[in-house]
């Protein structure tokens, strides 16, 4: 059994930043993926990075490209999302998630991914 336990959103100004963090517990194996999805009032949960347990992060969605960064401390299992130049369309709830597969690739796909994390908040005000 995998948990994954989210914490760091906030409300915050346009420009500002924010780091977000995912504790992971349980049977984590080498090479699944892991990632960073959000979803919005209204729209489908989004993908933003994803990429292979031990810190090989391949996938950035467009919108977030360039401004977040996605980066994994392995000795405490921890998943870590840095935000920069946040924007008022970055709103929305913010999860981790984890894979049970090994997959050729780590992707976009949500349904790919088994074990979810509650979800933390962030807010940006314009």
């Known amino acids: 059994q995998v948990q994954a336990l989210e914490s760091g959103g906030d409300s915050v100004q346009t420009g500002g930043f924010l780091r977000l963090s995912c504790e992971v517990s349980?049977?984590?194996?080498?090479?699944?993926?892991m990632g960073w999805f959000r979803q919005a009032p209204g729209k489908e949960r989004e993908a933003l990075a994803t990429?292979?347990?031990?810190?090989?992060?391949?996938y950035y969605a467009d919108s977030v490209k360039g401004r977040f960064t996605i980066s994994q401390d392995n000795t405490k299992n921890i998943l870590s999302l840095q935000m920069n130049s946040l924007k008022p369309e970055d709103a929305a709830m913010y999860y981790c998630?984890?894979?049970?597969?090994?997959?050729?690739?780590?992707?976009?796909?949500?349904?790919?991914?088994?074990?979810w994390g509650q979800g933390t908040q962030v807010t940006v005000s314009s």
């Open positions: 998630a984890a894979d049970l597969l090994i997959r050729p690739r780590c992707g976009d796909t949500a349904a790919d991914f088994a074990y």
């Open positions: 990429g292979y347990t031990g810190g090989t992060f391949t």
């Open positions: 349980g049977s984590i194996f080498s090479n699944t993926c």
